[in-house]
Nanobody, 122 residues
Framework: QVQLVESGGGLVQAGGSLRLSCAAS????????MGWFRQAPGKEREFVAA????????FYSDSVRGRFTISRDNAKNTVYLQMNSLKPEDTATYYC???????????????WGQGTQVTVSS
C-alpha cells in the first residue's frame, strides 16, 4: 500500500550536516507513524527517530538526541531527518519506515524504503 524512497545520504566530514528525505507514495501518508532506523555493517538495525501520525510527537534515540531532528510534511508525503554535528559513529545505511503500530518498535513497521548511505569521516 505504501512505497518509501530515501534520499540525501552522502559523505560528510565529522561535525557536518546532512538532510535525509523520505518520499512516500499514496495519499494516506498521515495514517502512519514515520521513523528512521539505521544499520551499520555487521550490526542490527537500530532505532534513530520517529514522529507520530496524529500530533507529530517526536522521539529520538539517546545517541542522536540534540543533534538530529525528525519532521514530516503530510502535504508532500515526506518525512525528513536533519542531521547535525555528525560523528563517525553515525555512519550507516539509513532506512525510512512507516508504522501502524508502535512508533519506536521495529516490529511495528510494515513499510520500508531501500535505504540511503551516510558516511561520516574523521
Amino acid at each position: 500500500q505504501v512505497q518509501l524512497v530515501e534520499s540525501g545520504g552522502g559523505l560528510v566530514q565529522a561535525g557536518g550536516s546532512l538532510r535525509l528525505s523520505c518520499a512516500a507514495s499514496g495519499r494516506t501518508f498521515s495514517s502512519y507513524h514515520m521513523g528512521w532506523f539505521r544499520q551499520a555493517p555487521g550490526k542490527e538495525r537500530e532505532f534513530v527517530a520517529a514522529i507520530t501520525r496524529t500530533f507529530g510527537n517526536t522521539f529520538y534515540s539517546d545517541s542522536v538526541r540534540g543533534r538530529f531532528t525528525i519532521s514530516r510534511d503530510n502535504a508532500k508525503n515526506t518525512v525528513y531527518l536533519q542531521m547535525n554535528s555528525l560523528k563517525p559513529e553515525d555512519t550507516a545505511t539509513y532506512y525510512c519506515g512507516g508504522s501502524t503500530g508502535a512508533a519506536m518498535a521495529l516490529a511495528g513497521y510494515a513499510y520500508w524504503g531501500q535505504g540511503t548511505q551516510v558516511t561520516v569521516s574523521s
